[in-house]
């Protein structure tokens, strides 16, 4: 079984003094994008406000790609709002200044192939020419890219002319490994769900079921159907493992956009939690195990912050690498 989706890499070259924020480079630029993918994309009439419920045609390009809930007329049930199918790899951007001249770039990661490329094209150039960043610095877009899950060239897909068509997707291996310990680093302000409300403390099990239910989602909607797991006996495993230590720091923080004026809370727990129990790599948790050691793709549903390993390299740790958290990445 794996997870099958996209690396798409846009590289860019500054023409003024471009800045990012400490831990918020992904929340500000998915939210410029979309303002900006909002008047290049959307077929509705008075598309340009962005505000209200608008009820999007079947084929406007902006639904699709930054508010499928619009346009689905059919998914998981239960399921009003369909999560995006991509999320920006940015982090590394994070409280960096780009000097004049200087090329930068970051990962856009597709789960959907049928999404319209020439979109991300149109809005990210009109982006980078409007100004990226704190300040609105100006910037090019050079050429877009396909990379694997190794980091390597796949495929050149812009480079300023003719748009080439999606290699073949990079495939995440779902196989088992043994696990006994893991270590979860929050980086930036996580949110956790639990039923109706937010838990103070990131139980395993939660977070676990998050991942995997999320995971499934992404897979059922934009892949290949749903995970082929046994999802009781898997929550039944997770509930097993204990966490050993816990410290965290509440975070409080907002992210005013500069294009709409709007205000976003960026609250929420970081810091790290430590794991202990037997995931020998015969139970399904450990499915979940090596799927995106390299990938970065996902994160839980109800979580924004990222949420990624430090230590013992198992399908523990594998579980969570660079995949469960950041929904603002």
Sequence with gaps: MTFEFFRIRFHFKAADAVSFGDGNSANTLRGAFGTILREVACMCAGNAAGHGAVKHRSDCSFARIFEPRAVASNGPSGLADWPRPFVFRTRHLDG??????????????????QLPLHCFVDALRRLATEGLGQRRGRA????????DTDDQLAACLWNGADLAPLGAPSAASLEAEPCDAARVLFVTATELKCGDGLVERPEFSVLFARTRDRLSTLRALYGLGPLEIDFRAMGERAAHIQMTR??????HGVRRSSRTGQVHPLSGFTGEAEYQGALDGSGPAD????????????????TRGLAAPAKQSSGLKHAFQKSCGRLAA
Excluded: V, W, Y
Excluded at 246 to 251: F, G
């Design 96 to 113: 960096r200044t780009l000097a004049p001249g200087e090329n930068f770039h970051f990962d856009i990661h597709l789960f959907d192939r």
């Design 140 to 147: 090019m877009l050079a050429h877009m890219e396909q990379r």
């Design 246 to 251: 816990c410290d965290l720091r509440d975070e």
């Design 287 to 302: 499915r979940l195990g090596k799927r995106r050691d390299r990938g970065g793709i996902a994160f839980p549903s109800g």
